[in-house]
């Protein structure tokens, strides 16, 4: 008999409904739940990848320790006593912050990570905390801090209703959006031209998304900024400014109107390879529409202007008064609103108030760049991170120089790593303590919901039960945070038990009926609550996204020019007249709708095909260095080279090349059976870790000098170790998944 379970899918930021019909506790099928109000049964082709998750021989379903190259089963017991015992010891001989911690990007996407996961890694108390924030969005988090008083007030395109969407550095076509939860994104971008308005898009590669726009400019890596400041200077010089509105909550308009008077179109014009005379007209469009909105993604996070590029943006919708308006950037109100709730505990973010210890980088709510987290293990001195816990995530692919951080993991005292893979980061772990995955538990986009283009919410109960001895995030967390309570002070033992038996009678599911009840629709009868929601498994539809300035504000104001911004545009000034080198080649980065960072590549529907790591290439770079299509090339930078396959197109601008991140399973340890068939190097042994955003912190993945040379000589196998200039093999037909 064919059960169906009503769930979101978690794989990526656009949390679509899916339909898994199970037969005799196996999945047969996962499929658009058409009934699902928000995503309306669009699915991509991730979320099959559920039921290959859930399948996969590799996936741990127990604790493992490393003893020398091979790995020994443990009991929980044994496990979490073992993992208490090496961060206790760890920190008793060298300190709290000798204990470093890495945060991974799957957390956002389990709802046990998100609540009791996260506060044990809090528990921890070491100043180094490391997550893929900085590698991701949060330059967007810094401006909103900076701008509307809380980190997690952000603007998100109401793009149901907007009449002009100008878009840079994203193609939400393949990521689905991102800050910007938006399930079926290309039917919503479709209706948007259909109802007379105009998609332009901005970005080094003609993208998916810019293939369907009505006008698409290319753009120098790294300019975003100076491309902004210029549309914002052409709204002042023209009289265009019209905040409407907003005008009485807003400080600094004066301001901002002289910090981008040096930023004329005729000077960003050659910087950013825009004409002046484009600039200017999206500019007046921008300003004539009347609901028009401005949306910058990873291309603008990932640069060494991040922090600016995201600032300007959201002036330029203040000032012309789409900030809070319907069609323009607005603030969502989620069931659970995390915001409210962080805000009456007193938190709302903070920024620099330490620096890392060896290249004095900020730090932002509690952590620090993952730039840094390389040089702080490998560096001698006072301070030196001596050991590591990692939750979800796989640096060695997805930070800066991962080849680098993949030599300095093996000599490290302790690691552990709650995940259930041995990937290119957890191999070097000394315990590994594997979760459940996704439709083994509960689910609920506590953090997606704050960047929902429409306000909905859906509780997803488990799909299996648990498999005999499995433990869900929250539970690790809860378990490891009471030993390592007990192992303090003895007179502090009954808060660890009394933590473990509060998180064992809520967990998760009674947070988020805290939450539910408590937030803006919990009130009344027929209010938000968990029982509510598994009564209606499709979803429930709570409105378009709705005015909310200026009560959402900290003390009601809006910074159009804050210091800790503003004073940083002397350094993008310089950029002005800093051409870029001739012959000198940028590289950017791309995604494929299969894919989302490396954590999917382990499933063969989603990996099998022609090979998608391949360096893109423009066709006038390609002539002047002898190159055509399937040649093999070496891509050279500061930290090391690579050999991948060549991709001539007419899509990616001159002076470009991408390469998309993620790939490169060829490390030896490492037990992804799938993966490691395909053929990849990772873009992060050449990306650059000194190259960042100098006001975030942000890691620069976007526009990093490289050379490309043709390979003369026969591609070598890839090398199974980490070295500064690792290799890949190349492409074997016969190999193909």
């Known amino acids: ?258 910090l981008v008077a040096a930023y004329s179109p005729d000077r960003v014009a050659a910087p950013t390879g825009i004409a002046a005379d484009d600039i200017r007209a999206i500019a007046r469009e921008f300003s004539a529409a009347g609901a028009a909105v401005c949306y910058g993604r990873v291309g603008v996070c990932t640069q060494e202007f991040g922090g600016l590029a995201a600032w300007l943006i959201n002036a330029l919708n203040i000032v012309t008064g789409n900030l809070d308006r319907p069609g323009g950037a607005m603030f969502t109100k989620p069931a659970v609103d995390l915001v409210r709730t962080a805000s009456a505990a007193g938190f709302r973010g903070s920024f620099d108030r330490y620096r890392s210890r060896v290249r004095g980088l900020p730090e932002f709510s509690g952590e620090l760049p993952v730039a840094a987290l390389a040089e702080e293990i490998d560096t001698p001195g006072q301070g030196q991170i001596r050991g590591l816990v990692t939750l979800a995530g796989n640096p060695v692919l997805s930070a800066p120089n991962g080849a680098r951080l993949g030599r300095a993991l093996p000599g490290l005292d302790f690691m552990v790593s709650i995940d259930p893979y041995i990937n290119e980061t957890t191999r070097h772990a000394h315990v590994i303590l594997p979760p459940t995955t996704a439709l083994e538990r509960d689910h609920f986009d506590m953090a997606l919901y704050l960047l929902s283009v429409r306000n909905v919410a859906k509780y997803s109960p488990p799909v299996f039960p648990r498999g005999p001895g499995q433990r869900h995030e929250w539970e690790i967390g809860l378990e490891l945070m009471a030993r390592l309570e007990r192992k303090r002070s003895p007179v502090r033992r009954l808060g660890g038990r009394a933590l473990r038996a509060a998180g064992a009678r809520l967990g998760p599911r009674g947070l988020v009926d805290f939450g539910l009840k408590a937030g803006p629709y919990g009130i009344g009868r027929g209010g938000l609550s968990v029982k509510r929601l598994l009564a209606e498994p499709h979803g429930v539809d709570l409105g378009p996204l709705e005015p909310r300035l200026p009560g959402a504000l900290r003390a009601g104001r809006i910074a159009l020019a804050p210091p800790v911004l503003a004073g940083d545009l002397a350094r993008l000034r310089r950029r002005l007249d800093d051409p870029p080198s001739a012959g000198a080649l940028q590289l950017i980065g791309r995604r494929h709708l299969r894919s989302n960072n490396s954590w999917m590549h382990n499933s063969r ?133």
């Open 605 to 737: 529907r989603l990996v099998k095909g022609k090979p998608r790591c391949t360096l893109v290439i423009s066709p006038a770079d390609a002539d002047e260095r002898g190159l055509r299509s399937g040649d093999i090339a070496d891509i050279a930078s500061r930290t090391g080279a690579i050999r991948v396959p060549v991709e001539v197109s007419g899509e990616i601008m001159t002076g470009v090349v991408s390469l998309p991140h993620g790939w490169g399973h060829d490390r030896e340890g490492s037990r992804l059976s799938v993966a490691a068939e395909v053929p990849g190097a990772s873009v992060n042994d050449i990306t650059d870790e000194n190259l960042i955003d100098a006001l975030s912190g942000t890691a620069g993945f976007s526009g990093v000098p490289v050379t490309v040379t043709k390979t003369e000589a026969a591609a070598s196998a890839a090398s199974k170790s980490d070295t500064s200039a690792p290799t890949s093999a190349e492409p074997d037909p016969a190999n193909q998944v």
């Open 1 to 258: 008999m064919v059960t169906t379970h009503y769930r979101s899918c978690n794989l990526c930021e656009a949390t679509c409904g899916i339909a898994v019909d199970v037969e005799d506790d196996r999945v047969v099928s996962i499929r658009g739940d058409e009934d699902d109000p928000f995503s309306r049964g669009y699915i991509c082709p991730k979320a099959a990848a559920l039921k290959d998750v859930h399948e996969d021989p590799d996936r741990l379903r127990e604790p493992v320790e490393r003893r020398g190259s091979t790995w020994h089963s443990l009991s929980w017991n044994e496990a979490l006593d073992k993992v208490a015992e090496g961060i206790f010891d760890l920190r008793r001989r060298h300190g709290k912050d000798a204990l470093g911690a890495y945060i991974g990007n799957p957390t956002i996407h389990s709802l046990g990570a998100m609540t009791f996961g996260l506060a044990f890694m809090r528990s921890l108390g070491t100043r180094n905390e490391y997550s893929a924030t900085s590698a991701d969005q949060l330059p967007h988090m810094l401006s909103s801090l900076a701008m509307f008083g809380h980190q997690l007030l952000l603007p998100v395109p109401d793009v149901d209703r907007t009449s002009y969407m100008l878009m840079l550095g994203a193609n939400p076509l393949v990521s689905n959006g991102s800050l910007m939860t938006a399930p079926g994104i290309k039917s919503r971008l479709e209706a948007l031209r259909r109802r007379g308005g105009k998609l332009v898009v901005i970005d080094p590669r003609r993208t998916q998304t810019a293939a369907m726009a009505d006008r698409h400019h290319f753009i120098r890596p790294g300019t975003d900024a100076l491309f902004v400041a210029a549309l914002l200077h052409t709204i002042f010089a023209e009289g265009l400014a019209a905040p409407d509105r907003l005008e009485d909550m807003v400080d600094g308009a004066d301001t901002l109107r002289d």
